[in-house]
């Protein structure tokens, strides 16, 4: 029997995932169990999921390429690679923010959301490693990306937590 995953979309990526143009791909980065790969899978999407751990990943579907890769150590598998959507969530690895951006397609969407400064006071990831400084994501699409919403805040939806997202767009 396959398991289920035990989290849903996040809700910020649910609010915002319709505005990725639809005849794009989707690439879903530190993608876990899969949570939104799926979703987006299910909207029609060809995704590609992409994790250094991918035995997590749960209900792999037709339209999903998943890549086992280590994005920390290893060269950026996407180069030259553009796509319709790109979806972070709950990961920091600042070296990549440039080559996440740069991603994006023309009309494309970079969806992002992860821990900032200040969750060190709910737990994990508490080390400033992992912790995004403020406005740091609306400094990295700076000159790229046209932001469409961005959030630095407290919130308890899964758990308490300080988040930063944000949604940008590469114009046309």
Known sequence: ??????????????RFADIIPKNGSVLDVACGEGRHARMFA???FAVVAVDRDVSAFVGLAENITLIQADLELNP??????LFAGVVVTNYLHRPLLPLLVSA?????????????VGNEKFGRP???????????????????????????????????????????????
């Open 42 to 44: 299910a909207m029609g």
């Open 126 to 172: 508490s080390r400033a490693d992992f912790l995004l400084q403020p406005n740091e994501l609306l400094d990295a699409v700076r000159g790229e990306l046209a932001v469409v919403a961005y959030e630095n805040i407290f919130t308890n939806d899964p758990k308490p937590a300080m988040v930063q997202r944000l949604v940008a767009t590469r114009k046309d």
């Open 1 to 14: 029997m396959e398991s289920t995953p035990t989290l849903a979309p996040s809700s910020w990526v649910l």
């Open 76 to 81: 950026w598998p996407f180069e030259n690679r």
């Open 104 to 116: 994006v397609a023309r009309g494309g969407v970079l969806i992002y959301e992860t821990f900032a």
